[in-house]
């Protein structure tokens, strides 16, 4: 789903008792997480904030 609303520019608000690189700490899907963290990193970016939302 995170790379469905990175795609299109939709702004994620979402909580968290523990920062974005703690959510997974198994090993089997260790690549796609990584490719998770790495999208909702610049999903905080401001250069993605200001990119329209695409539908």
Do not use: N, W
């Amino acid at each position: 789903m995170v790379d469905e609303f990175y795609d299109r520019g939709v702004k994620l608000l979402m909580s968290a008792e523990v920062p974005i690189e703690q959510l997974y700490s198994g090993g089997r899907l260790t690549f796609e997480f990584q490719r998770t963290l790495s999208r909702l990193q610049e999903m905080q970016s401001q250069e993605y904030l200001a990119l329209a939302h695409k539908p």
